[in-house]
T-cell receptor
Framework: KNEVEQSPQNLTAQEGEFITINCSYS?????LHWLQQHPGGGIVSLFM???GKKKHGRLIATINIQEKHSSLHITASHPRDSAVYIC???????????FGKGTHLIIQP | NAGVTQTPKFQVLKTGQSMTLQCAQD?????MYWYRQDPGMGLRLIYY???????DKGEVPNGYNVSRLNKREFSLRLESAAPSQTSVYFC????????????????FGPGTRLTVL
């Protein structure tokens, strides 16, 4: 079973700061997912990436397959970015995902 | 499109009672999943269905049964609820590649908050 570790567990920052959330995993994978869980509980998929870097608005995700590590960056952070960010990797091919415990991010005005 | 819908949103049960959580998706996805989320644990896979008519156990299947009624619907049943099953339950769906080599983007329902007394 793939072990997925995220850091930090909790992060509080000021509006405008550059945010980095890290994810490492133990077993080689075909792709990694980043998800966002809103304060109300809803879960939204942000990225799925298998190599290099992807960008969507102020969010950037990178992955290093050799080092089994991925990062999620948020530029010019805003209070509306406050959420739990979760990384996940496929478990046994297409049979569901194994999730990290999440990073609880709070952006203060 | 409604995406993935779940019913009910909230439920309180007494120990030993049974209930079924309903999930439906309108995206014509082959794969559907049931997860539970507990504080400090992250999401964990209960059961999944790679296609209509097939189901398989995930990480924490004990105490649960599932039915893939058709391509749209995937239900989760608790036959005899226990306090350890107090959790938030999420259904998800995805379009999986035919050789099952890659899990595509997963779309989540809004969740069901279940309390077992």
């Amino acid at each position: 079973k793939n072990e997925v570790e995220q850091s930090p567990q909790n992060l509080t920052a000021q509006e405008g700061e550059f945010i980095t959330i890290n994810c490492s995993y133990s077993v080689g994978i075909s792709a990694l997912h980043w998800l966002q869980q809103h304060p109300g509980g809803g879960i939204v998929s942000l990225f799925m990436l298998s190599s290099g870097k992807k960008k969507h608005g102020r969010l950037i995700a990178t992955i290093n397959i050799q080092e089994k590590h991925s990062s999620l960056h948020i530029t010019a952070s805003h209070p509306r970015d406050s959420a739990v960010y979760i990384c996940a990797v496929p478990e046994g091919g297409a049979d569901g995902l194994t999730f990290g415990k999440g990073t609880h991010l709070i952006i203060q005005p | 499109n409604a995406g993935v819908t779940q019913t009910p949103k909230f439920q309180v049960l007494k120990t030993g009672q049974s209930m079924t959580l309903q999930c439906a998706q309108d995206m014509n996805h082959n794969s559907m999943y049931w997860y539970r989320q507990d504080p400090g644990m992250g999401l964990r896979l209960i059961y999944y269905s790679a296609s209509e008519g097939t189901t398989d156990k995930g990480e924490v299947p004990n105490g649960y049964n599932v039915s893939r009624l058709n391509k749209r619907e995937f239900s989760l049943r608790l036959e005899s609820a226990a306090p350890s099953q107090t959790s938030v339950y999420f259904c998800a769906s995805s379009e999986t590649t035919s050789d099952r080599s890659l899990t595509d983007t997963q779309y989540f329902g809004p969740g069901t908050r279940l309390t077992v007394l």
